[in-house]
């Protein structure tokens, strides 16, 4: 494990890249940006493709605190929960805070997940490839050669 903290960004309304972009200098401290990739929605199929991108932040929150600032980050940006799975102009997920394990009520980490989503694991893939998940004990290339997710994702050309 490399200590990181890793983020999933995601967007499916307005500008999403704009909206990616804004979600970064709100939250600060990014060391690393994967590629921006298109994805197809997951759950709800009857919505706009979304952009997904995984940074690395270097952050002095405990992860319950990061997870508050997440969480106004979105407000910010114009985030209203609805339904679940549905449209949504910013989406932050954290994926890894370090080699912590962590099951509350109000967060889980690494995320629960992340080796059935191939739209977290391909940008993830690029950023970390040998990233050992602390509870499956198998790095990202790993888990994403076994992830059974079908739905395709694209790296975005610029």
């Not at 970064?24 to 199929?45: D, H």
């Not at 508050?68 to 102009?89: H, S």
């Amino acid at each position: 494990m490399d200590g990181g903290i890793y983020l999933l960004l995601g967007s499916n309304m307005d500008d999403r890249k704009s909206n990616l972009e804004e979600a970064k200098m709100q939250l600060g401290g990014v060391i690393a940006s994967s590629s921006i990739y298109i994805t197809a929605a997951w759950g709800n199929e009857k919505q706009p493709d979304f952009y997904n991108q995984v940074i690395k932040i270097d952050s002095r929150l405990s992860p319950q605190a990061l997870l508050e600032d997440i969480l106004k980050v979105e407000k910010n940006i114009g985030r209203v929960r609805l339904e679940k799975w549905g449209p949504r102009i910013i989406d932050i997920d954290i994926l890894f805070y370090k080699a912590d394990i962590i099951n509350t009520s109000t967060l889980t980490i690494p995320h629960p997940e992340i080796q059935n989503r191939r739209f977290a694991l391909t940008p993830l893939a690029e950023l970390a490839p040998s990233l050992v998940h602390p509870v499956l004990k198998k790095t990202i290339v790993q888990l994403l050669e076994e992830c059974k997710d079908p739905l395709p994702v694209k790296r975005l050309q610029h």
